[in-house]
């Protein structure tokens, strides 16, 4: 009896812990990984390519936002509202037709609550035509590795894997319009006429998950409660996708766990700032100066699970180096390996200014200072 008992809580247990099924009964989908990282920290049919619900968006939003970035749209603009753009159905600015509005507030109701008439609205002002849109937008889905045709601006009925929608989730993270109007919970859109539109974000984890800046969320009945987050603490940051939840609860849920094992059982080291020296006073033979610190030309770093301990350092370096020196050309190398001696990492270090050589009256100068000395 006390073995049936122990057998039904183990599979009990089992139970608990596999993925729900999702709205349309196929197993839930969900992917997490470091910002521009190959590791995927977790996953379960990230590649599939599924039905999205209102993310179909995300591409169209995203290309809007870049377009504020780079200068293109001058949010403080006035757009005027065609019939075309305040007749989309779906999530909505409530938009009219001929009524005139701030482009910034047409961003902010497409980040927050996907409103397809403050899209279309926008795009129209932005690009003139859909077909010059569209042609931006894959260029946007092009630039996240994603080589897809879309039916629409909105992208109806277009399906992404978890993996295609956390690389748009990565390209929304790094553009600060996005940024700024994803992490609002809630505002008041004020149209000329005297109407309001509130605009609530569907994203809790903005005040459930510490560290959360966001993305982008979606749902409907067929495909169920879909999303894409991230979340950024200390020096990691996390994206991640999860697609057809059953409810609200549960996306957020998978979410969430997602973020907590991750933070928990991965450390971010950062292992090169081209405003920090990487080796400081390295000798120099034959210049006008003993010595130079070296520097590698970007940052990068390191996410690794806690359990394997830090990163060992090998330096790839002569025992001194010769003048003359130019800061663009590589005098050396920095590895990083884990415990088992598999590189993780390698950047090239570079003299942080040029350094010539000493000439004929320096180097007598110095054997003669070292006779002295020796």
Sequence with gaps: MRKFISAVIAVLILVSVLPKASADGNTLSYC?????????????NADEWLNVAGL????????????????LIDENAEVRVSANAAAIDGPSAYLRKGETIP???????????????????????AFGSED?????????????????????????FMTFSCKELIALGELAAESPTFLRY?????????????????????N???????????????????????????????????????????????????ATKLFE???????YFTICDPEEPVVE???????????????????????????NGEPQKRFDLPDALIAPLDPEHAVGSIAFYDASGTMLLEAALYPKEAVRSGGFIETLKRVFEMFLIG
């Design 182 to 202: 994803c992490s609002e919970k809630y505002a008041v859109l004020e149209h000329a006429d005297g109407r309001k539109t509130e605009l609530a974000t569907a």
């Design 103 to 125: 482009a910034k507030e047409l961003i902010r109701a497409a980040v927050m609550i996907s409103a397809g008439d403050a899209i279309f609205a926008l795009s129209e002002h």
């Design 132 to 156: 010059v849109f569209l042609n931006n937008i894959e260029l946007t889905m092009r630039a996240a590795g994603i080589d897809k045709k879309l039916p629409g601006c909105l992208g109806t």
């Design 56 to 71: 179909t968006k995300l591409p169209a939003v995203l290309t809007l936002c870049l377009a504020v970035d780079k200068g």
């Design 281 to 307: 006073g390295y000798p120099v033979e034959g210049g006008e100066v003993d010595s130079i610190d070296l520097y590698a030309k970007e940052s990068c770093g390191l996410l690794m699970k806690k359990s």
């Design 32 to 44: 997490i990984k470091p910002m521009h990282s190959d590791l995927i920290v977790d996953e379960s």
């Design 204 to 254: 809790k984890l903005l005040t459930s998950l510490s560290g959360c800046i966001g993305l982008f969320t979606g749902s409907s009945k067929s495909d169920g409660y879909c999303g894409v987050f991230a979340c950024r603490r200390g020096e990691a940051t996390y994206v991640c996708a999860v697609i057809g939840a059953q409810n609200s609860k549960i996306r957020f849920e998978t």
């Design 261 to 267: 094992e991750a933070f928990a059982n991965y450390k």
